[in-house]
């Protein structure tokens, strides 16, 4: 008899790099383990960039779905943290709510308005 969470599927990992103004999130892979399937509806509530340099008008996101490659733009917030001993920053900016799925491929471009 098989234990039935063998056939269970695997938990989703995902690798989140930071380059050049771009987050982006994608499925963890590794040789010789089975590939992750598991889909789950949820999603990342806020991230928070630290350590921009400051920028005259500000910056705003750019969020690139990987699955259908959709494209939309959403304000980036001032953010609770301090920054003080940044010399080029003052602030946290903070992306609030932009419902990107945890087991999906994502990208999120950071550019000043």
């Known amino acids: 008899m098989v234990a ?3 056939h269970a599927p695997s938990p989703t990992r995902r690798d989140f790099k930071f380059s050049g103004n771009k987050l982006t999130s994608t499925k963890h892979v590794e040789p010789g383990v089975p590939d992750g399937t598991l889909t789950v ?3 990342i509530e806020r991230v928070v960039f630290l350590g921009l340099p400051a ?3 500000g910056y705003k996101a750019v969020i690139s779905d990987g699955v259908s490659g959709a494209k939309h733009t959403v304000a980036l917030e001032a953010g609770p943290l301090s920054m003080a001993a940044a010399p080029d920053s003052t602030q946290a900016l903070v992306l609030r709510k ?6 999906h491929d994502w990208t999120v471009e950071i550019v000043q308005v």
Do not use: I
């Open 55 to 57: 920028a005259k008008k």
């Open 98 to 103: 932009p419902d990107l799925p945890v087991s």
């Open 41 to 43: 509806p949820t999603t």
């Open 4 to 6: 039935p969470f063998l």
